[in-house]
């Protein structure tokens, strides 16, 4: 009789087990779809992706990972969490940084952004509060004998500021397009 009523508490702790692996998977899935993605193996990153997150995160620690595409470009989310605080990464396949939010405490927000919110935002309570980090590069380019400073994304848009250097590039790519278009027609 105590075999038996040993086996049962056992297979019980086991089923409980296992609901509760279900009920984490899911979860961690509902999270990742909100945010666009989908949850994936840490193993199954690619070796750029998990160097990068090593030299940020540190070696040997537990992050969880998700793939999402934007505009064609697949980036991979990594977060770190602990008890105090959350740590996400958002690179694309090579380990290109493009954005890091990592929580912060409440007192950590500027003067002028707190005053910002409370006269926006009266009688409101702050519930998180994440620093922000988005990665762009400017690369300084010579092209026909001028020098042209551009800001370019981790996931290659190039973020021109002003309508002139917009116009230039609407043009030049409607030049390519045209171009492209006559090499067709051949």
Avoid: W
Avoid at 2 to 18: D, H, K, M, W, Y
């Amino acid at each position: 009789m105590r075999n038996r009523n040993s086996a049962i508490v056992i297979g019980a702790l086991g089923l409980a087990f296992c609901l509760c692996l279900f009920v984490y998977g899911a979860a961690q899935q509902k999270a990742a779809n909100e945010a666009g993605g989908k949850v994936i193996d840490v193993k199954t990153l690619p070796a750029p992706v998990k160097a990068c997150a090593e030299k940020i995160f540190g070696a040997g620690k537990n992050y969880e990972a998700s793939e999402e595409t934007e505009d064609g470009v697949t980036f991979y989310e990594l977060s770190l969490k602990d008890d105090k605080q959350t740590k996400d990464i958002l690179m694309t396949k090579d380990g290109n940084i493009a954005e890091i939010e990592e929580s912060i405490p409440h007192s950590s927000l500027p003067g002028e952004s707190l005053s910002a919110l409370q006269k926006m935002f009266p009688g409101a309570t702050i519930q998180k509060t994440e620093s922000r980090q988005v990665f762009s590069y400017e690369v300084l380019l010579l092209q026909n004998g001028k020098t042209i400073e551009v800001p370019i994304s981790a996931d290659g848009k190039i973020m021109l500021k002003n309508k002139a250097a917009k116009k230039e590039k609407k043009e030049k790519k409607g030049k390519i397009e045209k171009e492209e278009n006559e090499e067709k027609g051949k």
